[in-house]
């Protein structure tokens, strides 16, 4: 195999990639389509173009996203730096001028010898994995050739075209004296059944949900809140297939008082432990992650805004403190079933001199886009040279999303930074930013100690 390096994308993810390759001395070819052609949700012709919000999250060191800031900055990130100097007031967030930060970024990667730019779209890998390494690095709305490409080498399953997913939420924020454990069906109180028998019984069951149980009083407050919140205004080009296969919870609840009682909060099955009774409605959970620290909303794709879903699923008794990781989406977002594709070094475990980055692997927004680019590129780098891979610690907020984005089990849906993705600490904290100190200090000390 020859070593041609090949990016293709000027995204964060490519652009990062890019700088960390070049800076390595190694040459790299970077692709980008602008602005022979255009995405449906871009129109600047600088790389690393920001299409949405221009906040980069918080700066914080108890904050997952401000963590993985940091172990970046340690790392010599191209795009955080000039996201630093190209900052606006944002208070404890990290917000950028977008122009300026497009332009500056353009102009640090024009101006590297090793990186030629190439302005030309890409429709197939195959010429380019026959020189060399490739990373793929052309975020949610990859063009429909390129994608059909991908489809190929991946095989057709493992390529979704929009993301519906549910909140997610952290364990420990859900309130016990009202949420309890059990299958439905499983868990229901037997007509024969003493209270005392039925008790001891489903204490020892081997549940895989958590169940929140709402009254009739409780339940029509939430759904006249529901029924009323604001949602995203999607695109023209997100509405053609986005509700396909599956309904947002808010469009459902407009069907009719009782819509939910028959789908997604349907009582049927469960005995609530405090009356001894069925539920007027129950909100199920499932676990999310092996270690069971992350649990997601079933039945829950929304397209309700993000302040939205955190006021109104706060409504359901027992989330009345809920930490959400991560909120409910319904937006087009080309990503691929990345646990039975990559590795943790996000590279393909089949065709090994091919590597993606950014939001096409499943990890969702900027700086984890940024991280997975640098992921990528250091390994392209000692992939080049003969070197051994290098595969961050979990326990590092870099580390902890590659590893989720190669190993997660079960249904896969695209992943933000946040602390519940971290492996747990041994100490019972009851403050938060205490808890989240301790995993963040931990993250940078193994950063520091690792061998990179």
Known sequence: MKHSISIIGAGLAGSEAAYQIAKAGLEVKLYEMKPLQFSPAHSSNNFAEIVCSNSFKS?????????????????????????????????QA??????????????????????KIIRE???T??????????????????SDKLAEQIKQLTGK???????????????DSIDFSVAFYGNRYEQERKKEETIEAWQKRIQNQQASYINLPMNQEEY??????????EVVNLHEFEKRDIFEGCMPIEIMAKRGKDTLRFGPLKPVGFTDFRTGKRPYAVVQLRQDNVVGSLYNMVGFQTNLKFEEQKRVFRLIPGLEQAEFVKYGVMHRNTFLKAPELLKETYQMKEIPNLYFAGQITGVEGYVESISSGMVAALNVIRQSKGQTEIIFPEETMIGALAHYIANKQGTFEPMNANFGILPPILEKKKEKK????ILADRAMQKLKTGTL
């Open 434 to 437: 205490e808890k989240y100190k």
């Open 125 to 142: 890998l195959e010429p380019l994995l026959q020189e060399g390494m490739v990373i793929v690095a052309t975020g949610p709305l990859t």
């Open 121 to 123: 779209e890409v429709t």
């Open 157 to 171: 399953e493992n390529l979704s075209f929009y993301d519906a997913a549910a909140p997610i939420l952290e364990k």
């Open 220 to 229: 029509e407050t939430f759904l006249r809140e529901l029924q009323k919140a």
């Open 94 to 115: 990290l917000a950028v001028d977008r122009e300026n930060f497009s332009k500056e970024v353009t102009k640090a990667l024009e101006s590297m010898e090793k990186i």
């Open 59 to 91: 700066n914080l060191h108890t904050n997952a996203c401000g963590l993985l800031k940091e172990e970046l900055r340690a790392l010599d990130s191209l795009l955080i730096r000039i996201a630093d100097k190209t900052s606006v007031p944002a208070g």
